[in-house]
C-alpha cells in the first residue's frame, strides 16, 4: 500500500505538472521552448554569512549572484543530475560556499568554487529528495527528506555541510512527508508536514504537522483538518526569534482557483489560526528578529506583509510571485518574466520593489576551467538557454535543441590548454521537432514520454539511472 501511495505523490505531481506546461505552451504557441517549459525561477536561497551572495533554482539549472544582484552568472541543470524539462531541485548554500541540491536522484554537492559537483555519499543516492533545510544558527548542519519510493520516508542529517550524511528516523509509514524545517533559535526543535493521501480508516485524505523536541529522533503530530478540496500541509517558515512560531500553507489542486489558507501556529503546532488567504500562496518568511512576515502568491495576489510577525497581513501589491526569502534586511522574490517583465526582485519594507534581474543578464558562466564540469558541459546548453530566455540576437536552434551533452561527463582527453571535441549526439535521435511547430501532437508527445520517463524512474519499476558519456557514449535522450 506504501509503494501505491508514493506512485500517487508522484503522479500527482507529474500531472499538473504537464498540465500547466502544456496550457503555458498554448498560451505561447507561437514561442517553442527548446527545454520544453517556459522559463521560470522558483527557488531563492542564501549564503549563511554572505546576504549578497544569492542562488536561484530555475528550469534551466541555476542563477547566481555574488554581489546583491549586480551581476549574474548562470549554471545548466546538468552538473548535478537534474534533467531541465522535468525536474525543480531543492537547493541551499553553504558556509564554504558550496551549494546543495536535491532532486529524482539523490543530494548533490558542488566544491566551494561551484565548478563541479559531485554525489558524495551513497547513502543519499539513488532516493527522491523531497526537501533540505539549514539552521542559521549552525550553517553546517543540514536536514534532509528522502524516499526511496517504497518504503516509509527517511529523516537524514549530515554535520559537515553536505559531505557525509547519516539515517536520523525513519517517519510514520502513512504519511507522505512534504516540507522539513529547523527551528533557528533551537537547535532540538525540528518541523515536518505532510499527508496521508488515502487513509485506510477514512477513506480520505489527511493533512499533518509534526513537531520534534529531540533533533528529529522522534516526533508529535497535530492533525491539520482539510477544508473541501484542499490536499496537504506545506511548512513554509519558522520564526527566527520563537521556535514555537511557524507558517503552514494549505495546499489545494493548481486547477482549485479558490483561495488557499496560510495557518499560524504560536504553540510550537498544538493549536492553529487562519492569518490570511490568497490565491496560489507560493511562500511565506520572517524576518531575523520575527516581528515581521512576508507571504507570497503566484497569480495576481501578488506580496502581503505582516507587522506582528504573521498574526495579521495586508497586501501591499498585486504580481505574480512564485518564490520568496529573506536574508539580511533583504527579501527577495522570483517573478514571472514573461508575465511581468522581470524575473528577480528585492525589498526591504515592501513600500518600494527594485528589479535586480531580467533575462538578458544571464549571459555568463562561472570563472571556471575549461575542463571542469560547468566550464565543458555548461557551454554547450547555452543556445538552449539563449533561445528560451529570448536573449537578443539569438534565434531558434535548429530542431528546438542544440543536441548538448545531458550529462556532467567530462572526457581524459579534456585539458584547458586545448578545445576538444564535446560528445556528440548524432545518430542518437535526441533532437526535439520542429522548433516552431505549433501543432498540438508534439504537446501529446511531451506528455507521454513524461509519463513514461517517470515510471523509468520510479524505484522498483526496472529502470535504469542514465548512463554518462564517459561510460556508454554521449546518446542520452
Same mark, same amino acid.
Given at each position: 500500500m506504501l509503494f501505491f501511495a508514493h506512485v =500517487?505523490?508522484?503522479?500527482?505531481?507529474?500531472? +499538473? &505538472?504537464?498540465l500547466g506546461i502544456v496550457a503555458t505552451l498554448f498560451a505561447f504557441s507561437g514561442q517553442a521552448h527548446a527545454h520544453g517549459r517556459p522559463p521560470l525561477i522558483g527557488q531563492v536561497a542564501f549564503h549563511p554569512d554572505d546576504p549578497d551572495f544569492v542562488v536561484a533554482r530555475a528550469t534551466w539549472g541555476l542563477v547566481l549572484t555574488e554581489d546583491g544582484g549586480e551581476s549574474w552568472r548562470w549554471m545548466c541543470a546538468a552538473v548535478m543530475g537534474t534533467d531541465p524539462t522535468r525536474e525543480d531541485p531543492v537547493i541551499r548554500v553553504m558556509p564554504d560556499g558550496a551549494i546543495l541540491a536535491g532532486n529524482f536522484s539523490g543530494i548533490w554537492r558542488s566544491t566551494p568554487e561551484r565548478c563541479d559537483?559531485?554525489?558524495?555519499?551513497?547513502?543519499?543516492?539513488?532516493?527522491?529528495?523531497?526537501?533540505?533545510?539549514? =539552521?542559521?544558527?549552525?550553517?553546517?548542519?543540514? +536536514? &534532509?527528506?528522502?524516499?526511496?519510493?517504497?518504503?516509509s520516508d527517511q529523516l537524514f542529517r549530515s554535520d559537515d555541510m553536505g559531505r557525509s550524511w547519516s539515517e536520523v528516523s525513519t517517519l510514520q509509514e502513512?504519511?507522505?512527508?512534504?516540507?522539513?524545517?529547523?527551528a533557528p533559535s533551537d537547535p532540538t526543535r525540528v518541523y515536518l508536514s505532510g499527508a496521508i493521501p488515502n487513509d485506510p480508516e477514512t477513506m480520505g485524505r489527511r493533512a499533518f504537522f509534526f513537531r520534534s523536541d529531540d533533533a528529529g529522533e522522534t516526533f508529535t503530530e497535530t492533525e491539520l483538518p482539510l477544508l473541501d478540496g484542499e490536499r496537504n500541509a506545506h511548512l513554509l517558515a519558522v520564526d527566527p526569534s520563537d521556535p514555537d512560531r511557524a507558517l503552514v500553507h494549505m495546499t489545494r489542486r493548481a486547477t482549485d482557483d479558490r483561495p488557499q489558507?496560510?495557518?499560524l501556529?504560536?504553540?510550537g503546532g498544538a493549536t492553529f489560526r487562519l492569518v490570511m488567504e490568497a490565491l496560489e500562496l507560493s511562500g511565506a518568511a520572517f524576518s531575523p528578529d520575527g516581528s515581521q512576515a512576508w507571504a507570497t502568491a503566484r497569480t495576481t495576489d501578488g506580496l502581503f506583509r505582516s507587522d506582528d510577525g504573521g498574526a495579521t497581513f495586508t497586501q501591499l501589491v498585486g504580481g505574480n510571485f512564485p518564490c520568496v526569502g529573506h536574508s539580511g534586511e533583504r527579501l527577495w522574490m522570483c517573478v514571472d518574466e514573461l508575465r511581468d517583465d522581470y524575473a528577480m526582485a528585492r525589498t526591504e519594507t515592501g513600500d518600494t520593489i527594485d528589479r535586480v534581474l531580467v533575462f538578458d543578464m544571464i549571459r555568463q558562466l562561472p570563472d571556471c576551467p575549461r575542463c571542469s564540469q560547468v566550464g565543458y558541459v555548461c557551454p554547450e546548453w547555452f543556445p538552449d538557454l539563449a533561445y528560451d530566455l529570448r536573449l537578443d540576437g539569438v534565434t531558434a536552434p535548429d530542431g528546438g535543441m542544440t543536441g548538448a551533452p545531458r550529462d556532467a561527463s567530462v572526457p581524459l582527453t579534456c585539458t584547458d590548454g586545448g578545445e576538444p571535441e564535446p560528445p556528440t549526439t548524432e545518430g542518437c535521435a535526441c533532437r526535439a521537432g520542429g522548433g516552431k511547430s505549433s501543432h498540438p501532437g508534439w504537446l501529446f508527445g511531451l506528455f507521454l514520454a513524461t509519463s513514461l520517463w517517470w515510471r523509468r524512474r520510479l524505484p522498483g519499476s526496472?529502470?535504469?539511472?542514465?548512463?554518462?558519456?564517459?561510460?556508454?557514449?554521449?546518446?542520452?535522450?
Open positions: =500517487r505523490r508522484f503522479y500527482e505531481t507529474l500531472f +499538473f &505538472a504537464q559537483w559531485e554525489q558524495p555519499d551513497p547513502a543519499v543516492t539513488d532516493v527522491f529528495t523531497i526537501d533540505l533545510d539549514v =539552521r542559521p544558527s549552525e550553517p553546517g548542519t543540514v +536536514f &534532509a527528506l528522502i524516499t526511496s519510493g517504497i518504503d502513512l504519511v507522505l512527508m512534504e516540507r522539513v524545517r529547523l489558507r496560510l495557518l501556529t504560536e504553540d526496472g529502470g535504469t539511472r542514465r548512463q554518462t558519456a564517459s561510460s556508454s557514449g554521449p546518446c542520452d535522450c
